[in-house]
């Protein structure tokens, strides 16, 4: 490792921390911009009077009309750093515990979703890619197009039509089964529960993969350095995993750190059809029901996931990559 | 005369490629290439940038790519070569040394590519010679490509090829923009191959380098091979036998530095007959016909008037 | 053994997809009466030849239903494509050419978006317009420009170093005579492909977030307020209610992206060797 590291990681540090900064803020201002007023919108209902006085303060402190925006963001902006995310109007609960129980059912799901997806996309990517033109690449590639026309909505709506309701294999909803006690639900339960919701994110998720790896294979094997290798008498799987594995894993790996967004924006939609008490599930909610806080806190969690990935991908990349793992820059 | 290690015969490589709107057209980038190297011999094919030359290499080698056909006939030791032959001695019997790092792996150490990965004990002392040979300390082994400098790549890629014990060595362009002092070294290791026993084909623009070291020329032109000639065929201008190879000699800086106007033509529009005919001061009409490769003074030559 | 003129069959996608989506505008913006009729003589008929696509369990034909949804997703998936790639040009070029600060602007402008996973951005945008029609139609103009503005970007910055447009400079042609000579005759057709192939993504990103519920009513029914609606119907086994749309919804972007990548083969002219 070279002493441009730290300089490296700092600067990519940085620059997540000002996203971050700058994300909230637009949130902010796009959740004050709303013509709902959260307060009406929810005074009507229950949730309000079984408030207690001091949450209610609390609301009125953010969305109150006596305090201009900018006070109103920073100290926003000063609770959520503390971990205090306020006070969710429609589950009557801390924000940050709302979060932490849906983010742990979502959390299941995408890393399941992320580790199948990956791992299927990659090897069909490569296996078109080594038979460019030929019939597997072609029904490969099909599969991806019309994998990436579908909306992740509409999958879900297919699987659940066939597994849960003509089959009869799976639940039609929900991540444990209805009245058990919280403590009572099995490790199996969450399983079964994940398994047609997690099923249609990797599905969706494969073709993006699958698709750049399969260009990235075919650059790689059209490339010089490949060329050279099978004039030198390489081929078959020695020539792949010698030669092309790590010029094609890298990006892929990269690229796949890099997309968490589309799984969370997938979860969003998937979730939605299995009504699995996820995050996706709660942003919707959030959304329809005015939820600001809610919504506020679940827009930059998300960013810190999307930014996470982004900055593991650009770790990972000076990990493999000797080029910049050695201090030379890479191209 | 012994059997030549590599005989090309009438060679010709062509493209399919797309026109203007729906037709699609046939490029043919080389067309009836004759060349022929024995043991212990360099041959420089030489021709200027760009002229399709490097396909040559890679019809040899079996590598061209998909849209790329081939025709005529390769003879390897006696037996044609085709393309299971090929696959089978490409990378022992016949090695190809390539023009740049470009084509060594740039996730991969020196050392292991040059040895394709091979552990055993023979093949690192083969290595260990190799790199005393070529002045390399044992520490360039751990380097990756990116990290050699102008100097040792240059080793490094005949590295690759004196690792294996080859019969029949390709070099494609292997003295790009060196200066003369690095080039003319690179040369003389391939001078040190063909000592011994090796049979080296050099393709390459510079004539002037290749004079110093080699010990035939055959002349590209627009696709196709218009003289061979031993090297001290190019000490007078009389002992040459195709006009263009002329005009080569008096564009070299001592004898001259007199350049023919015009270019050589487009694959796309070839004329028929001879494709030298619209720059040749010599030509007259029966140059629009079919030129034979005809030999002359021991060397051969596609031209109808010479002698 | 070649399959005829790869250059045909181009041109031979590219006139079936377009016809395709021409029929289904057409035919959807002539339905919008047959779309609406409810008739309770006819409630919940499974696909059959006078219904091809079923009914609904208001006995409204699925077919026009369908039509209906699909040319109205159709066409605010251009217009917010449109003013995406708008945007997507303005912004690229700029980066390319207002120097540093203008680049680095831009692209945090860039990461910022890409950070929010889309269907999320979406959300608050329309939550924060009070939902309907111009939250959608503004929340995917909004969020759908940055992968177009880098290709923009990358384009220009090339074309700029490239030796023909240097020599121009050289000759001491004027900035508008180069972008208008030298640089828009190769932009347009990139352009053109970046925006068709906005296409897609912006009616996927559409119909979820009506699908979602936000957006459109419920008069209004566009392709993911019919299929959210399908969807409450599903368990009772009225699977043709969220099939047919969906399909030919995929087929619709399918038709789209068959669409951009003929247009890609023909306008690039890299592609003369395929």
């Known amino acids: ?331 | 005369m012994k059997v030549p290690v590599l005989k090309i015969e009438h060679m010709n490589i062509s493209f399919t490629q797309y026109d203007r709107g729906m037709r699609q057209v046939e490029l043919p980038t080389i067309r009836d290439l004759n060349v022929e190297v024995h043991e212990g011999e360099i041959v420089a094919v030489v021709g200027s940038s760009g002229s399709g030359k490097s396909l040559l290499a890679h019809g040899v080698m079996g590598v061209l790519p998909y849209n790329a056909s081939m025709g005529g006939k390769i003879v390897y030791r006696g037996e044609e070569l085709t393309a299971d032959r090929i696959a089978r001695l490409r990378g022992n019997e016949i090695v190809l040394v390539p023009q740049s790092l470009s084509y060594l792996n740039p996730f991969a150490k020196v050392g292991y590519q040059i040895r394709k990965g091979r552990k055993d004990a023979q093949t690192r002392q083969r290595l260990d010679d190799i790199f005393k040979r070529y002045d390399l300390k044992k520490e360039v082994e751990d380097l990756y490509p990116f990290e050699l400098s102008g100097g040792m790549n240059r080793r490094v890629l005949i590295a690759t090829a004196m690792i294996e014990n080859p019969r029949l060595v390709i070099a494609d362009e292997p003295t790009p923009g060196l200066d003369l002092k690095v080039a003319k070294r690179a040369m003389r290791h391939f001078r040190e191959l063909a000592d011994m026993g090796a049979a080296v084909l050099i393709i390459t623009h510079d004539l002037e380098l290749a004079l110093e070291t080699v010990d035939r020329i055959a002349v590209f032109y627009a696709g196709t091979t218009i003289e061979e000639a031993g090297v001290g065929d190019f000490e007078k201008e009389e002992t040459l036998r195709h006009p263009y190879t002329k005009a080569l000699w008096r564009a070299m800086p001592k004898n001259g530095f007199q350049f023919i106007p015009g270019s050589q033509p487009y694959v796309k529009n070839m004329p028929e007959g001879c494709p030298f005919m619209p720059r040749c001061g010599q030509c007259t009409e029966a140059c629009r016909g079919q030129i034979p490769y005809k030999e002359i003074r021991g060397g051969r030559v596609r031209c109808l008037y010479a002698e | ?274």
Request: proline residues 4%.
């Open chain 1, 1 to 331: 490792m070279n002493r441009r590291w730290p300089v490296f990681l700092l600067k990519n540090l940085v620059r997540m921390t000002l996203l971050v900064i700058c994300i909230s803020i637009v949130t902010f201002g796009l959740m004050k911009a709303s013509p709902v007023d959260p307060l009406q919108a929810n005074v009507g209902q229950a949730a309000l009077g079984s408030m207690s006085q001091e949450q209610r303060e609390k609301l009125e402190e953010y969305w109150g009309v006596n305090t201009s925006p900018v006070e109103q963001y920073l100290s926003w902006a000063g609770d959520f750093i503390r971990g205090d995310m306020g006070t969710s109007l429609l589950y009557r609960q801390p924000v940050t515990r709302v979060i932490a129980v849906k983010l742990s059912n979502s959390l299941f799901l995408m890393v399941m979703a992320w580790i199948l997806s990956g791992i299927l996309g990659f090897a069909l990517g490569a296996l078109a890619g080594m038979n460019q033109g030929r019939l597997v690449d072609k029904c490969i590639k099909g599969y991806c197009l019309v994998i990436s026309s579908t909306p992740a909505f509409w999958l879900a709506l297919l699987l659940l039509m066939v597994f849960a309701v003509w089959l009869g294999w799976f639940p039609i909803g929900l991540s444990v089964p209805i009245g058990v006690e919280a403590s009572g639900v099995t490790l199996a339960d969450r399983i079964y529960h994940a398994v047609l919701p997690a099923l249609t994110l990797s599905i969706t998720g494969i073709s993006n993969i699958a698709l750049h790896t399969r260009e990235k294979m075919i650059e790689v094997m059209g490339s010089d350095y490949i060329l050279f290798a099978r004039m030198r008498g390489e081929k078959g799987l020695r020539l792949l995993r010698r030669y092309a594995l790590r010029g094609v894993l890298l990006p892929a790996v990269t690229l796949h750190f890099a997309s968490i967004s589309e799984i969370f924006g997938g979860s969003v939609l998937v979730e939605q059809v299995f009504s699995y008490p996820g995050l996706g599930q709660a942003a919707v909610a959030a959304g329809l029901g005015s939820d600001m806080p809610l919504l506020m806190a679940i827009t930059i969690v998300s960013a810190l996931f999307v930014f996470g990935g982004n900055l593991a991908a650009n770790i990972l990349y000076g990990v493999i990559d000797p080029r910049i793992r050695r201090g030379g820059t890479a191209e």
């Open chain 3, 1 to 274: 053994m070649k399959m005829g003129n790869r250059r045909i069959r181009v041109l031979a996608g590219l006139g079936f997809s377009l016809t395709f989506l021409a029929v289904v505008c057409i035919w959807g913006s002539l339905s919008t009466e047959t779309a609406r009729v409810t008739d309770f003589s006819r409630v919940n008929i499974p696909p059959c030849l006078r219904y091809p696509f079923g009914t609904d369990w208001l006995g409204r034909d699925m077919l026009a239903r369908t039509l209906k949804g699909l040319s109205m997703s159709i066409w605010i998936g251009i217009l917010s494509a449109a003013v995406s790639a708008a945007v997507a040009l303005v912004l690229g070029i700029t980066s390319a050419t207002m120097g540093k600060a203008a680049d680095s602007v831009i692209s945090f402008l860039i990461d910022l978006i890409m950070g929010v996973p889309h269907i999320l951005l979406l959300i608050l945008i329309s939550v924060a317009l009070g939902k309907g029609l111009r939250g959608v139609i503004i929340g995917v103009s909004l969020t759908h420009w940055p992968s177009l503005a880098r290709l923009i970007r990358a384009e220009v910055i090339q074309l700029r170093e490239s030796p023909y447009i240097q020599i121009a400079r050289r000759l001491g042609k004027g900035r508008w005579y180069i972008a208008g000579k030298h640089m828009l005759p190769h932009l347009i057709p990139q352009f053109i492909v970046g925006l068709v192939l906005l296409f897609p993504h912006a009616i996927l990103h559409e119909s979820s977030v009506t699908f979602l519920g936000f957006g459109l009513s419920t008069e209004q029914p566009a392709i993911g307020i019919v299929l959210s609606e399908a969807m409450k119907y599903l368990v009772t086994g009225k699977w043709w209610l969220a099939l047919f749309p969906g399909l030919l919804l995929v087929f619709t972007v399918v038709m789209f992206y068959v669409m951009g990548e003929s247009l890609r083969k023909l306008l690039d002219p890299n592609s003369v060797h395929q």
